[in-house]
Every structure is written in structure tokens, then in C-alpha cells.
């Protein structure tokens, strides 16, 4: 079954730079939504970036905008498991959060890539703190 695994993360100061990563095991199809949601202390989870698996378009939360890059690294390497980080620079003290790997497996566009009901997998989750 399919599982993510997720690493990068823990501690930086603000101003600085971070790099996360997710391997979704045992999906190997070039379809659907990967990428990272993020859930804060008291606060509604919430998509930040997201990669098409198939179109390779990208999707943002606008706090993100201009400091954040989501890729996909082996998208030269077909029938491997789909791998996504995410780098994200000039951090600020609203990133901290938890981190969440997910993929939409179905369609997703511009206007469906941020519905966490379209989710049906997802990591356990990084924590990322800025200071």
C-alpha cells in the first residue's frame, strides 16, 4: 500500500532556508496532486504547495509566493516512486507548523488542488520550527 515518507525539517531561524522531501511508496503513477500541507498550533490545516503529477504545474498558498519551490525530482525517472521536496527560503515565524506529505491520486487542477478531502494519502507529518 501506499505510504509517505517524509524528511527535512526541525529548526531554523528566521530569514533562513529549509528543504523537505517525501518518497510515496509504491506509487509509481504519474497522476494526480503530491506535495505539503501544514497545520499550526490552534489552526485549520492547510495546503502550501502542491506539484501535478502529470502536467507538472504548480500551486502555491500565497504565503509562499516568491519563497517557495516544490519540484518534482524524478520526473525524468518513470515507474519510480514519485518523490517531491519542497525548498522554501526567507522563513518566517507564521511557517512554524507541522508539515504534512499528501497526495491526490484523482484529478487536480488551479482551482481543486488545496480540498484536503481530494487527500487520501498522507504522511505522519515534520515538524518545522522558526525562531
Known amino acids: 500500500h501506499v505510504q509517505l515518507v517524509e524528511s527535512g525539517g526541525g529548526s531554523v531561524q528566521a530569514g533562513g532556508s529549509l528543504r523537505l522531501s517525501c518518497v510515496a511508496q509504491?506509487?509509481?503513477?504519474?497522476?494526480?496532486?503530491m506535495g505539503w500541507f501544514r497545520q499550526a498550533p490552534g489552526k485549520e490545516r492547510e495546503a502550501v504547495a502542491q506539484?501535478?503529477?502529470?502536467?507538472?504545474?504548480?500551486?502555491?498558498?500565497?504565503?509562499l509566493k516568491g519563497r517557495g519551490t516544490i519540484s518534482h525530482d524524478n520526473v525524468k525517472h518513470y515507474n519510480t516512486e514519485n518523490t517531491v521536496s519542497l525548498q522554501l527560503n526567507s522563513v518566517k515565524t507564521d511557517d512554524t507548523a507541522m508539515y504534512y506529505c499528501?497526495?491526490?491520486?484523482?484529478?487536480?487542477?488551479?482551482?481543486?488542488?488545496?480540498?484536503?478531502?481530494?487527500?487520501?494519502?498522507w504522511g505522519e507529518g515534520t515538524q518545522v520550527t522558526v525562531s
Open positions: 506539484i501535478n503529477l502529470a502536467t507538472g504545474e504548480t500551486y502555491y498558498h500565497d504565503s
Open positions: 509504491q506509487y509509481t503513477w504519474r497522476r494526480g496532486c
Open positions: 499528501a497526495v491526490n491520486s484523482n484529478y487536480c487542477d488551479a482551482s481543486t488542488w488545496s480540498w484536503r478531502g481530494d487527500y487520501s494519502y
